[in-house]
T-cell receptor, first 113, second 115 residues
Framework: GQNIDQPTEMTATEGAIVQINCTYQ??????LFWYQQHAGEAPTFLSY????GLEEKGRFSSFLSRSKGYSYLLLKELQMKDSASYLC??????????????FGAGTRLAVHP | NAGVTQTPKFRILKIGQSMTLQCAQD?????MYWYRQDPGMGLKLIYY???????DKGEVPNGYNVSRSTTEDFPLRLELAAPSQTSVYFC??????????????FGPGTRLTVT
């Protein structure tokens, strides 16, 4: 089976740094994705990790530790437009040998001036 | 490229009615997916497909059916709509070449209310 846990809500101040954690348990692991979802909109891709370590993309970085079943998304120089939900999703090999992406419930981030 | 398109954007159904949610992609992706998202929750996988003619159940398939006759289209059928199916439905597609090609591209969603 699979279980993905993220904090439900977080708040942060404009210009600050925030770290959103994600822990997972899965019977098969083949990559971890982070998506951003603004209210009323579709999710959009932020990052992908399949090997241990840090992936950096501008103001956003994502870290993975496969042995610990742990990832985090780091957002630097926060802007008001970063207020959104952040979804952690794990890709694994499930029934039939096909890849599926299982999503966590998401973390709602509110950025305040 | 239009990416992933979904119709309709909004729909209100009465209990017991049926409808088909349409999804199409023009990125020549093999993999397509249907999710539902309840308020304040994450995405739950309903059905997915790895190519034309191949579909499989996700986490919450009951009350839904799918077909995949072409690479481009992946319609989702709701039979005998129930209030529990009130949700936002997202269709997505991805490549199948490994690694980051598995990134999923999402359609704009269909907001369905069953009363």
């Amino acid at each position: 089976g699979q279980n993905i846990d993220q904090p439900t809500e977080m708040t942060a101040t404009e210009g600050a740094i925030v770290q959103i954690n994600c822990t997972y348990q899965t019977s098969g692991f083949n990559g971890l994705f982070w998506y951003q979802q603004h209210a009323g909109e579709a999710p959009t891709f932020l990052s992908y990790n399949v090997l241990d370590g840090l992936e950096e993309k501008g103001r956003f970085s994502s870290f993975l530790s496969r042995s610990k079943g742990y990832s985090y998304l780091l957002l630097k120089e926060l802007q008001m437009k970063d207020s959104a939900s952040y979804l952690c999703a794990v890709r694994g090999m499930f029934s039939g040998g096909y890849n599926k992406l299982i999503f966590g419930a998401g973390t709602r981030l509110a950025v305040h001036p | 490229n239009a990416g992933v398109t979904q119709t309709p954007k909004f729909r209100i159904l009465k209990i017991g009615q049926s409808m088909t949610l349409q999804c199409a992609q023009d990125m020549n992706h093999n993999y397509m997916y249907w999710y539902r998202q309840d308020p304040g929750m994450g995405l739950k996988l309903i059905y997915y497909s790895v190519g034309a003619g191949i579909t499989d159940k996700g986490e919450v398939p009951n009350g839904y059916n799918v077909s995949r006759s072409t690479t481009e289209d992946f319609p989702l059928r709701l039979e005998l709509a129930a209030p529990s199916q009130t949700s936002v439905y997202f269709c997505a597609s991805s490549g199948s070449g490994g690694g980051e090609t598995y990134e999923q591209y999402f359609g704009p969603g269909t907001r369905l209310t069953v009363t």
